[in-house]
Nanobody, 124 residues
Framework: QLQASGGGLVQAGGSLRLSCLTSGRTFSSYVVGWFRQAPGKEREFVTAISRSGSSTNYEDSVKGRFTISRDNAKDTVYLQMNSLKPEDTAVYYC???????????????????WGQGTQVTVSS
């Protein structure tokens, strides 16, 4: 089970840190990704982190602003979001997979487990 938290309302240029807490699994065996879905739009890839945390991948529009990290001792993945823009407004979901391959990490249907989502709203 994954539990995402940390969303909220923030002004443009502000920051939020999302957390994805897992339970009941060997957390370090899972690749974890963040996706987001805005109203009327498809779910899109934001970022992902490898099992050890040594490798990360970002969607172009968030590069330099968002940072994903993980603490395997706490079974938690974090998404630090800085310089937020109104277009970042969406429900953010964390997802995990034990078997996903690198070439598939941007594809939401390759993840096995999903959190419930947390709303991020950026006002202009």
């Amino acid at each position: 089970q994954l539990q995402a938290s940390g969303g909220g309302l923030v002004q443009a240029g502000g920051s939020l840190r999302l957390s994805c807490l897992t339970s009941g699994r060997t957390f370090s065996s899972y690749v974890v990704g963040w996706f987001r879905q805005a109203p009327g739009k498809e779910r899109e890839f934001v970022t992902a982190i490898s099992r050890s945390g040594s490798s990360t991948n970002y969607e172009d529009s968030v590069k330099g602003r968002f940072t994903i990290s993980r603490d395997n001792a706490k079974d938690t993945v974090y998404l630090q979001m800085n310089s937020l823009k109104p277009e970042d407004t969406a429900v953010y979901y964390c997802a995990a997979s034990r078997t996903i391959i690198v070439s598939d990490i941007t594809r939401f249907n390759r993840y096995d487990y999903w959190g419930q989502g947390t709303q991020v709203t950026v006002s202009s």
